[in-house]
């Protein structure tokens, strides 16, 4: 099967398990072990291929500009992880399937497992680096969901948390070292990279990279000193502690640092910084672990230190080293994962997992008592399980390592390390299977259904029977060895058996073993020690850690973003006023290259009104109404503005969008007060005044500036006048550019303005069904109604010189591609037309015949300009891509069929559409209870015999 | 000319950025409506002023910028759309909390969740 396939079945399968949900817990679980069974069948389709040593690749570009591809590969080491992925994953959802309850959603739960399955097979299957970051980062947030499943527990959502925190900054070192990496070795393609070995670690950037790419390794796979997370992770359902901390998430770290061991191991830097996290860890795991209570708590930290001595191994850059480490990986996933189940079994049955609470449960569950029993004895290295072979390399391995200069450090520290993992091991068994049998268990403990055991039992088969035929994982274990060194190293001759005669490993596995029954039984005066002894909690370490970190946010980000949206604007203002200023001062100028041009009278008129309502909007800026007015006669300055300086179309569409404004501008003062009280001090108006001084000063100058000088490069226009009817069939070039050149922007354009009107809708329609619809409806205007609120003298006019608005609005859109028009202008002079109509017989009349809801009148409009653009693609031209030819119809003249015109029919009716919705939502607010929408067009009408309704 | 164009778009701007600095809502937006006047004619004069010829092709030699107009026609629409949503959110905040102040200066402690 496609490797792609193998990757993307799990997340596309994702979906499923959530669709499944109302078809009973079984179809769920199946669907999801139907998945998973696909994917692990489909990769077993590529053994053959990996066995005989071949690397199977696939991939296709997809960023290449970025050196990020989707390439997939799969070597040894890729197989081992993704079968150990795909395989336990099917023995925990069988597991998950009896283990969560009725309460639980099971859709969900198997659909977070789906993801992050799919994840992990991607990391473990990716040939680009980049793209292996990707799922990196994936397998951390589908497992903040997995640990943080159980929503209502905090001790869920604050371990999920941990969680995430840590492996999410590991995460962002891990891209900074990887960055650094493919930048040294010119690609990101772990292929390539893999080949680098000599560059990479003669790069001064070698140290950097390292440290960066371990501590997201160190992170994820719960090195010292980022191993707190772990155990905190346990608030999870078991199933998914049992998946992601036995073969999955927290081997993660250590699949990439075997991945890049080619490039990155046999340095003194990697030696000591791997060498010595892992022996700390692998150390301070067992210790902890030792005087744990909880079961899964102690799984937690035994955990903690199997990763440390996974990581030791790598550390040690050998060949034998490597070889060990693997095969550990297979050992430690098999034994723990069936540990972990076990432990559910009993929280589940007994309803408790505290080991105080426990013992005697031999004779109640028989068989999780050998599953767990055989399980808990691999762990401790004991002969004829999987657990001792691997347990003995260790320990060969680190007979031989020398680190500080001290041959004695790391084999004394290894069986210290390993006399504690013998001990809490047999104080798992020791204190939980034996003893009397109690009878103050919180439940009756019985053995569970065949499938919360038969899980763990089968894993039990596999750890027996590497443990007594060593020779069957051998040949599969060299293999991923050998794709582990890579070039760097010739696989270890070593055979893998239980005897090796009398050497230095076995008397240390002796001592262990012995050293750790010695500690069982003096476990009470122990104990009571470890409780005496005072020891940092790492929990409120990292709380602390978080909360300065929030203290120091809040003290940066407060002071600035206070809530106060004036002192936003204030610092906005200065620092773009003082940002310029440094640009002024430290660029040239150039001289003037274009002459002053004289002003007339006409110009200096407008000129002057232009100032003068602006400073009045300034002055009389309390009075709303009042500089609703100003604010017309600039506008209408601006227009002719426009017009004064060969701009047509551009004055046309700012007098029409002034009087739309203005309208919309009208309605919501209807709501809001009318006068603006004073609250600001003298001296805070006087700050805001030099601020704002200095910012129109400033603009004032960059653009007189900028007006007498031409530009640096020349300007792109010249290309648009010289094609514009060559190439858009058109005169007006403003209109071409619009719905020809530049086509695509304005297809964004009338996008943008639709969604702004459905927002605008959408938020009117959340006022009247929250609480403000009481108030709106009862609300006493604070100003007296007209007395003929719908005049007809008006109602009259407006009836009349709709058909001759709609002519004028036809004809400017006809003639827009070679005279000032167009669709914009033309929307918003038909919008006009219409709005009068609203303005002289109010709201409800007139929207009670409309036809078309102005949703769809927008809709309509995307939709027509999108065809028009999607319409090329028939002819094989790009999006957009516009035609034109000219007919002629007698009688007619010849005229111009161009496909911009269709397009400019889109845009036209998003206009209309966008400008009405606007206008009509503010429009419904204004309706109150007690008024009664009128029948008539108008209130008073002398053809009419009823009498006039009085307003209340 | 292009002097009075330049103390135009000062003045707006000086005018709009006293205005935005208001504490009550409708002057905010007001303000922002004097801004983009600045802006769109600002935008505008990146073309240079031209008079009388505006970009319709004849037969003439030399025409105004098309560039900026078609950039300044579109900004004009959609300021107004933008304008509508402010106004619109300015007129649900007071609606709903009976206030048109723009600051809202309290302890932000509430959002902190363990």
Redesign the interface.
Known sequence: MSLFLIVALPFVGSLLPGLMNSAGRNACAGVTFMITLTALVGLLTNLPAVLAGEVVQTGVTWLPDLGLNVTLMLDGLGFFFACLILGIGLLIITYGRFYLSRKDNMGEFFTYLLLFQGAMVGIVLSDNILLLIVFWELTSLSSFLLIGYWKHL?EGR?GARMALTVTGMGGLALIGGALILGNIAGSYDLSVILQNREAIQASPMYLPALILILLGCFTKSAQFPFHFWLPHAMAAPTPVSAYLHSATMVKAGIFLMARLWPVLSGTPEWFVIVTTAGLITMVLGAVIALFKHDLKSLLAFSTVSHLGLITMLLGTGTAFGAMAAMFHILNHATFKAALFMSAGIIDHEAHTRDIRRLGGLRKLMPVTFVIATLAALSMAGIPFLNGFLSKEMMLEEAERTVLFSSPYLVPALATFGSLFSAAYCFRLIGHTFFGPVRDDYPATPHDPPVGMWGPPALLVVIVVAIGVAPFLAEPFIKTVTASVLGDAAEVPKNYFKIWHGFVPALFMSIIAVVGGLIVMAIYKPLQAAWDATPRPEAKTIFEAVIASA?ALAKALT?PLH??????Y??IF?ITVIAISYHAWTTGTVGAPT?A????GVV??AG?AL??TA??G??VL?RH?LL?LIL?GI??LM?SV??V???????AM??LT?EV??II??LL??N???NR??V??PVLMRMR??G???V???A???L??H???R?TVAP???EF??AN??KGGGG????NV??VDF?GF??YG?II??GI??L??FA??E??LN???RA??LNRLPDQPRAGDMHPMMMVVMTRVIMPLVMLVGFYIFLRGH???GGG?IAG?VVSIGFVMQYMASGFAWTSSRLRYPYHGVIGAGVLVAGLTGIGSWFFAKPFLTSDFTYVRIPPFNEFELATAALFDVGVFLA?VG??ML?LE??SR?ARRAHVEDPEHPMDINPSRDDAPKAEA | MEFLVASAIGVLTAAGLYLVMRLRTFPVIMGISLLTYAVNIFLFTSGRLTVSAPPILTDATTYADPLPQALVLTAIVISFGMTAVVVMIALGAYLGADDDAVNDIAPTDAGDSK
Not at chain 1, 562 to 567: D, I, L
Not at chain 1, 596 to 599: E, H, K
Not at chain 1, 644 to 650: G, R
């Open positions: 905090p604050q929030v407060h206070n809530g106060a949206f004036t002192r604007a204030a203002a274009r002053v041009q004289p002003a110009e200096i000129w232009l100032v602006t400073l909007m300034v800026h709303r500089s604010i600039v506008g601006v503005g426009f004064v300086f060969s701009a047509p179309d551009l569409t700012q969008v739309v404004t919309l501008l919501a003062l709501f809001l007060p603006t009280p609250e600001s805001d005044a601020i704002a001084i910012g129109g000063l603009t004032f100058a653009a007189f900028y007006m007498l031409d300007s792109i226009s648009h006048i514009s009817y005169t007006n070039m403003v550019i619009l530049r922007d304005t354009e943008v303005l702004a009107a927002l605008i938020l009117t959340a006022l929250g609480p403000v108030r709106l070679n005279e000032p914009f918003l206009v966008a400008v606007s939502s503010f607010l």
